[in-house]
């Protein structure tokens, strides 16, 4: 039976079933907290709670980055992210689902600007303009694909909120093995650890240090047999 949201909630004892077979229905927060009779502003909450979250890290982590790494800020970003979206995943109060959307959002200071300035000091200067077209085009997708998801795919959220974060342990992996920005030893007076870090790049990428090309030079005019 297929009834409007007025009488829907205007019947507190009505006993209920969602057809999740029908295209109208999905599997998302609204039955997971029971939000069916909600106001709006409590629907609201979600969003609001994030971009709170972002805006209370924002004077922190960047500064942080500066004085501690970027790499480490941005790590502790991602794992909050992480964290607290695995455990969005098993909880079912609505409070706590909103504590865990402003970790989030907080932790979103330190993943993404810090992120990608850490990415961003890591490459070649001519490079990333095009590396941060690519980064936003692949950002403003993403309702196109929730869209094509649960139209094709599934009508159950979990999946599509599940597949990112595998995808972040992944870039936290990537991001634990990495070694610090040079930009960033330079700019704190560390230019030792600078040297190092971009002879290790150079070294990944196949190009040899001024001295290393003199030893390797020195090597083998003068001391083949």
């Keep these: 039976y297929e ?3 007025e009488e829907f909630c205007s019947e507190k004892e009505l006993e209920y079933k969602v057809d999740e077979r029908s295209d109208s229905s999905l599997i998302n927060w609204v039955g997971k907290f029971g939000l069916e009779c909600a106001p709006k502003s409590k629907f609201g909450l979600f969003g609001s709670m994030f971009f709170a979250g972002v805006v209370a890290g924002s004077p922190i982590f960047p500064r942080l980055s500066d004085i501690y790494g970027r790499r480490r800020v941005a790590l502790i ?3 909050l992210h992480l964290i607290s979206g695995i455990l969005f995943h098993i909880t079912g ?5 909103l504590v865990l959307i402003f970790t989030m959002g907080f932790g979103m200071a330190a993943r993404a600007f810090v992120g990608y300035v850490f990415m961003s000091e890591n490459m070649r200067v001519s490079d990333v303009s095009t590396c941060t077209v690519f980064m936003f085009a692949i950002d403003s997708s993403t309702i196109f694909v929730a869209a094509i998801y649960f139209k094709y795919c599934s009508r159950d959220w979990k999946y599509l909120f599940a597949f990112p974060l595998l995808v972040q342990c992944f870039a936290i992996f ?3 093995k990495q070694s610090e920005s040079p930009k960033f030893y330079h700019s704190i007076g560390n230019f030792d650890m600078a040297r190092i870090v971009l002879t290790n790049i150079g070294r990944y990428n196949g190009v040899l240090s ?11 005019e003068f001391l083949v047999e």
């Design 77 to 79: 970003g991602n794992l």
């Design 3 to 5: 009834c409007t949201n």
């Design 210 to 220: 001024p001295s290393e090309k003199f030893e390797k030079t020195f090597a083998s």
């Design 174 to 176: 990537a991001m634990y």
């Design 93 to 97: 109060s609505f409070i706590f689902s």
